[in-house]
């Protein structure tokens, strides 16, 4: 498979971040404090989904104790804040942002991370000059995407041909199908390739299958 795409729009968690450890270790804290069944990592891929509340309730939370509000503002973040940067970079992403560069394709993206997290995040990973945008999230709920690719595609001179959405979630997927355009979906994220192919978009084992098809 080939793509000539004018602008690529990028997920950030579980595509271009490989966060899925620190993620998957931070729900176990969570089901640890509140007394719930510990799950497999396998199960956790199988279950993860958005908007993130349904997710919680997929193993186990009903916030009988705690909102999900106070989870995700006073536990969740924190925690992940304290400890991202033992996230790492997915492989091959450096090889593919330049190689886009080098072919003058609009990069830019798009996440459920709140702003300021994405900011500071891409920064570390001295990947800023990159991206001629960065959409997060105005709150740490994790909401929908569709509205952040939809105002960039708005503001820009592309038709939905002219772009390509790489993910590593239905929700991605979701969010191409909303604006128009192809998708790509990567299976070294948060969700399973069994999940990601009952979409019928193109997946790929990890990024590094992209660099080839540009």
């Given at each position: 498979m080939s793509?000539?795409?004018?602008?690529?729009?990028?997920?950030?968690?579980?595509t271009l971040l490989n966060d899925v450890d620190l993620c998957y270790d931070l729900l176990l804290v969570l089901?640890?404090?509140?007394?719930?069944?510990?799950?497999?990592?396998?199960?956790?891929?199988?279950?993860?989904?958005?908007?993130?509340?349904?997710?919680?309730?997929?193993?186990?939370?009903?916030?009988d104790i705690d909102s999900y509000e106070y989870m995700a503002d006073q536990l969740y973040i924190p925690m992940y804040n304290a400890r991202r940067h033992e996230a790492t970079l997915a492989e091959g992403v450096p090889t593919l942002l330049e190689k886009a560069?080098?072919?003058?394709?609009?990069?830019?993206?798009?996440?459920?991370?709140?702003?300021?997290?994405?900011?500071?995040?891409?920064?570390?990973?001295?990947?800023?000059?990159?991206?001629?945008?960065?959409?997060?999230?105005r709150d740490n709920y994790a909401s929908s995407k569709v509205d952040m690719a939809r105002e960039f595609i708005g503001e820009h001179d592309y038709t939905a041909s002219d772009v390509i959405m790489i993910g590593d979630t239905i929700h991605d997927y979701e969010i191409a199908k909303e604006i128009g355009c192809e998708c790509i979906l990567v299976a070294s994220g948060h969700q399973s390739f069994e999940r990601l192919a009952t979409t019928g978009a193109t997946v790929v084992d990890d990024m590094t299958r992209i660099i080839d098809m540009l």
């Amino acid at each position: 498979m080939s793509i000539q795409p004018k602008c690529i729009i990028y997920d950030w968690n579980g595509t271009l971040l490989n966060d899925v450890d620190l993620c998957y270790d931070l729900l176990l804290v969570l089901l640890d404090k509140y007394g719930l069944p510990r799950i497999s990592m396998d199960r956790y891929k199988e279950v993860f989904t958005f908007p993130i509340i349904d997710y919680y309730r997929a193993v186990g939370f009903n916030f009988d104790i705690d909102s999900y509000e106070y989870m995700a503002d006073q536990l969740y973040i924190p925690m992940y804040n304290a400890r991202r940067h033992e996230a790492t970079l997915a492989e091959g992403v450096p090889t593919l942002l330049e190689k886009a560069k080098d072919l003058k394709i609009t990069q830019i993206i798009i996440s459920a991370s709140e702003q300021s997290l994405l900011e500071r995040q891409v920064a570390h990973y001295s990947l800023r000059e990159y991206f001629v945008a960065l959409y997060g999230s105005r709150d740490n709920y994790a909401s929908s995407k569709v509205d952040m690719a939809r105002e960039f595609i708005g503001e820009h001179d592309y038709t939905a041909s002219d772009v390509i959405m790489i993910g590593d979630t239905i929700h991605d997927y979701e969010i191409a199908k909303e604006i128009g355009c192809e998708c790509i979906l990567v299976a070294s994220g948060h969700q399973s390739f069994e999940r990601l192919a009952t979409t019928g978009a193109t997946v790929v084992d990890d990024m590094t299958r992209i660099i080839d098809m540009l």
